[in-house]
């Protein structure tokens, strides 16, 4: 069976870690970038089924890093879910502005995040 | 070979065809004879019967229809039997279906339970990791602020650090908050007496009458003894209230954060860190 690649995007070694826990019980490739710019260069490399992508990052943030992958033909139909520790109205509106897919807020649900995760991979 | 089964039976002889059709004639003549006398026996008993000078009369065959009657009764009441036993095995099967819905919801509760419980072990994990995972101050304050902002969801917290044989509180790091309070003395404040008791607080269900910007403070410990205090002040706007989970990492931190803290000291006082 064809695995499922997922790649994460956040510049904390904790919600890195902590997603790692999280979606290590199903069998996924994970891959890893530390901020929006590595983040929009792992896509294009290494085409992952889905996207989970901090918001606060350096060099690039996620709305910017989203906004640039939906602007590219190689990577506009990945879906992207924001994971974000803004849970507010305006920036909930702002990801999806920049063309995010879906968003789960910090801390991380696990039950949420997996069942996002799986409902986006179509399982 | 078979050859005699490809050939056909030979005619019978010339007056032999003639000959059988008499016989059968004759046959039939004598069969009729046979009928014609047995219903004469018959209308003789049924008369006799009727006279009350016979035996009883041989039973008359039911006509046609009657016997349609009696076979539409007959697959009427088989019909009947099925519809009943078919309604049956419906009421059971509709029972076992709602026996197996219920425990289906008993398994999906289950279920949720196993993986809050999952994401609770994974979050201490996580926390612990991330606090033992190096020895250096900078990072493990990182991790710190990354736990407490990544699992428990804060993002204004500080970090104080007790000297030894000091009597003042004093401000290592701070995130979201102004910082400018540098020093607390033991047994100042919410925070100094924290510090002072070695008990935590937390406003579990109402906010602190005293700091009530403050969520919860937590004293740090290296082998029981005090040596400086976490302060949580507001959660984040979607996080309305502390749940089981930030009890246990608040003990873990208040376990765990001081001693890697102490760690980073020591690692740095016998030179390990000069690289």
Known sequence: MNRKKILLVDDSST???????????SPYDLVTARDGWEGVEKAKAERPDLILMDVVMPRMDGFEACRRLRADDETREIPVIMVTTRGELQSVESGYESGCSDYVTKPINGLELLSKVRNYLGE | MSRAK????????GGAVERRERDLQSVNTKLRDLIASLEGQRQQYQRRHSEGTGPEPVPVAPEPEDLEKRRLAAELALAREALDQHSRDEERLRERLQEIEREHRRICDEYVVVEERNT????????LSRLHGTLERAEVMAAIQEIVTNIVGSEELAVYELS??????????ALGVDGSRRHIRLGEGVIGRVAAEGEPFVAWDRACAEEPALTACIPLKVGGRVTGALAIYHLLGHKAVLGNLDRQIFDLLGAHAGTALYLTALHQRHGFGAG
Not at chain 1, 15 to 25: G, N
Not at chain 2, 120 to 127: E, G, K, M, R
Not at chain 2, 164 to 173: D, F, H, Q, V, Y
């Open chain 2, 120 to 127: 609770d072990l994974a979050s201490l994990f996580v926390a």
């Open chain 2, 164 to 173: 030894p044989g000091s009597s003042k509180l004093e401000l290592a790091c």
């Open chain 1, 15 to 25: 919600v890195l870690l902590m997603e790692r826990m999280i979606l290590s019980k």
């Open chain 2, 6 to 13: 490809d050939i056909p039976d030979p005619p019978p002889p």
